[in-house]
């Protein structure tokens, strides 16, 4: 398949891996829009949040789970925040679901 991630989940393409197990990667976002920002990905190919259903709800815990670890790795002891967009309005480019986690500054408000 020509997805971006699955191609960093099978190390075609280099990623800076902070954390990984069985079913879940994180690695840098190689664009940051914060001194902290890390991408979480499920290792099997899920377009999206859209195409989420009850088999999923494992690997979407551990990624919850995960980031709130990862935080707590990269000191965002003054809180910090996780996003995924979705489609098109939501302004998702690589159509592997991925969550990001942002922090490390006082992050803007607007959410839209
Ligand atoms: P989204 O716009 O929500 O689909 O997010 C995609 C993210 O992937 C963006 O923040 C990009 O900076 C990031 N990205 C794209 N290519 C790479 C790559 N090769 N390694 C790490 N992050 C990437
Ligand atoms: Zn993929």
Sequence with gaps: M?????KIIAGEIPSTKVYESE?????KDINPMAPVHILI??????DGANALDESNVGVVSEI??????LAEEFGLDDGWRIV???GEHGGQTVK???FHLLGGKKLSVELA
């Design 2 to 6: 020509d997805c971006l991630f699955c």
């Design 23 to 27: 079913n879940v990667l994180a690695f």
């Design 41 to 46: 990905i499920p290792k099997i190919h899920i």
């Design 64 to 69: 919850m789970l995960t980031a709130r670890k």
């Design 84 to 86: 995924t967009n979705v």
């Design 96 to 98: 592997h679901l991925h």
